[in-house]
């Protein structure tokens, strides 16, 4: 069968690389943000979020062969993540959504994906406040 899955729809590993980085460029100048990156150098958790992503939409399950269960919630342990947090996060995910032309990402495809990440970001908080 041909049944061409969401990661091909949007244009594979060049989409999910232009949005991620473009999440990531906005991650690294956000005053909330930025300090709970442990790492100095983002790349590599740029990577890990873009290997999951690619893996969730029907792509590469490099993320799994390297990371193993993905398990979110638990590593999102280590963050206080409360409603800034999410909220900060959403609009750097908004910025890298926006970033993706229509011609690669129709209405369609791109409702399923903000509806995702708003999904998403809220069963990580793991703070009231
Ligand atoms: C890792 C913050 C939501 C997916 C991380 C890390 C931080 C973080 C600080 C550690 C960076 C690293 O070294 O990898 C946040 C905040 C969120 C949020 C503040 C606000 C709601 C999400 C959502 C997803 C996600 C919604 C999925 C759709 C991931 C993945 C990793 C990660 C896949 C790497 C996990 C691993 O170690 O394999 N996040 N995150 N995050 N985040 Fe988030």
Redo the contacts with the bound molecule.
């Keep these: 069968t041909s049944a061409e899955t969401f990661y091909e729809a949007v244009g594979g590993a060049e989409t999910f690389r232009r949005l991620i980085n473009r999440f990531y460029r906005e991650v690294a100048v956000d005053e909330i943000?930025r300090p709970?990156?442990?790492?100095e150098d983002l790349g590599?958790?740029e990577r890990?979020?873009r290997m999951?992503l690619e893996q969730y939409w029907g792509g590469p399950r490099t993320y799994s062969d390297e990371?193993g269960h993905?398990r979110?919630r638990m590593?999102?342990n280590p963050?206080r993540?409360g409603p800034i947090?999410?909220d900060a996060?959403l609009r750097c995910m908004y910025v890298a959504i926006a970033s993706i032309e229509p011609e690669t990402l129709d209405d369609q495809h791109r409702k399923a994906l903000t509806d995702y990440?708003e999904m998403?970001?809220q069963s990580?908080?793991n703070s009231p406040l």
């Design positions: 943000l709970l990156y442990p790492e590599p958790a890990r979020f999951f990371r993905p979110l590593r999102h963050f993540i947090e999410r996060w990440m998403a970001a990580m908080v």
